[in-house]
Each structure stands twice: as structure tokens, then as C-alpha cells.
């Protein structure tokens, strides 16, 4: 069975760093890109970050560039998300998601973990 | 302001047709084909429904169907049935810095 399955999120105090994962199984994660999408309490849908099946390429969404950085470890089947600077606009409900095709960027998202919550308080 | 447009809201009685648009610029769902829509139910995960405009995942009811015109998307969905009371969302490839836009959603409610 496909799944991700995202863990790391916690309550932290603004300008802290959290490092969000996601754990895949069921398909050949290295083949696929993978998107970091988030939520926040009672709001839409916002795209986070993108990285290629490779690693070679990584592109961010204009609130979080310069403060997130997305990584994956293929040997591993895991996704990361290093949040830093955190702000309190950026307290959501983390979820990765996998891309429909194999080897390129088509931006839809086919398999969707249940996702991780990040809280910014003070 | 999201990127791109959504009715808030919709609604429907079962058996009926709705149809929800998305609506953007030449920039995103005018100008290329990945347009996606998601499904939403309260404390879940999002469910793919559409993409590339108008195809449909292995798995998801020919119910559900998708179309654009000019710079406006629409999720065309027949037959509602009360499982179908959900949020969708919109998103689409933009060419600029931020890759992919979603609309703000459309709660359905079948009546």
C-alpha cells in the first residue's frame, strides 16, 4: 500500500527550528517528486516546497524561501523539511504528497500523508 | 487573497449536476494544462480528483470531471451524493517563482 506518513511537528516558540519528516512506503520513492503542502487552522491549501526524484532540484513557495529547506535521502525513503525562523503565520497542518508520474514535475499529487502539526506560540 | 478564484461555497440535492470553477490568469490556468482538483472532508487528508484538466486517478467515480475555458477551470460533478459534501480545491502550475497556486475552496453541501 502507498504511504507517507509525516512526524516532527510540535509547539515552538517564534524563531525557533524545527526538522519536519515524511516517511514513504509502497512505491519507489526515488522516482517521484515530492511537495511539502500545508494548512492552516480553518484556511486553505498552500504549496511549501517541491523537490525533484534526484534531489538535484528544489523550489519553494515566496512565505518560506529562505527559511525552509527540503531534502530527501532516497537510500532511506524519507522526506525532510527544515523549518527555521518560525513565525506564528507559519503554524499549519504539514502534509507531504506524492507526485502522479514518475521522474518529472507535472504538480498534482496523487497520495497525501495524514500530515504533522506545527504550532508557533510563544 | 488566494491565487486563484473559488466560490465559497455550492450546493446541490442528490441526484443533481454541480459544477465549481477555478479561475486564474495566463499565467497559470490559462496558459498550461496542470490543473488539479482536490478533495477535502473535515480532519482528512486532501484526495486527488482531477488532474492535467480533465483526467481521473484509478479509483474515483466518472462523477467527477473537469474542463477549461480560457483562463477558467471547472470540477463538474453528477449524480451528488451525500458523500460528496466536502471542501475541493483548485490548484494549478504557475510560471513564476511560486510553482503551484491552489484557490482558497468550495465547501459542497448536498442538500
Known amino acids: 500500500q502507498v504511504q507517507l506518513e509525516e512526524s516532527g511537528g510540535g509547539v515552538v516558540q517564534p524563531g525557533r527550528s524545527l526538522r519536519l519528516s515524511c516517511a514513504a512506503s509502497?512505491?519507489?520513492?526515488?522516482?517521484?517528486?515530492i511537495y511539502w503542502v500545508r494548512q492552516a487552522p480553518g484556511k486553505g491549501l498552500e504549496w511549501v516546497a517541491v523537490i525533484s526524484y534526484d534531489g538535484t532540484n528544489k523550489y519553494y513557495g515566496d512565505s518560506v524561501k529562505g527559511r525552509f529547506t527540503i531534502s530527501r535521502d532516497n537510500s532511506k525513503n524519507t522526506l525532510n523539511l527544515q523549518v527555521n525562523s518560525l513565525r506564528a503565520e507559519d503554524t499549519a497542518v504539514y502534509h507531504c504528497?506524492?507526485?502522479?508520474?514518475?521522474?518529472?514535475?507535472?504538480?498534482?499529487?496523487?497520495?497525501w500523508g495524514q500530515g504533522t502539526t506545527v504550532t508557533v506560540s510563544s | 487573497q488566494s491565487a486563484l478564484t473559488q466560490p465559497a461555497s455550492v450546493s446541490g440535492s442528490p441526484g443533481q449536476s454541480i459544477t465549481i470553477s477555478c479561475t486564474g490568469t495566463s499565467s497559470d490556468v490559462g496558459g498550461y494544462h496542470y490543473v488539479s482538483w482536490y478533495q477535502q472532508h473535515p480532519g482528512k487528508a486532501p484526495k486527488l480528483m482531477i488532474y492535467?484538466?480533465?483526467n481521473r486517478p484509478s479509483g474515483v467515480s466518472n462523477r467527477f470531471s473537469g474542463s477549461k475555458s480560457a483562463n477558467t477551470a471547472s470540477l463538474t460533478i453528477s449524480g451528488l451524493q451525500a458523500e460528496d459534501e466536502a471542501y475541493y480545491y483548485c490548484s494549478s502550475y504557475r510560471s513564476s517563482s511560486t510553482l503551484v497556486v491552489f484557490g482558497g475552496g468550495t465547501q459542497l453541501t448536498v442538500l
Open positions: 504528497a506524492k507526485e502522479t508520474q514518475q521522474w518529472g514535475l507535472y504538480y498534482a499529487m496523487d497520495v
Open positions: 509502497g512505491f519507489t520513492f526515488s522516482n517521484y517528486a
Open positions: 492535467d484538466v480533465t
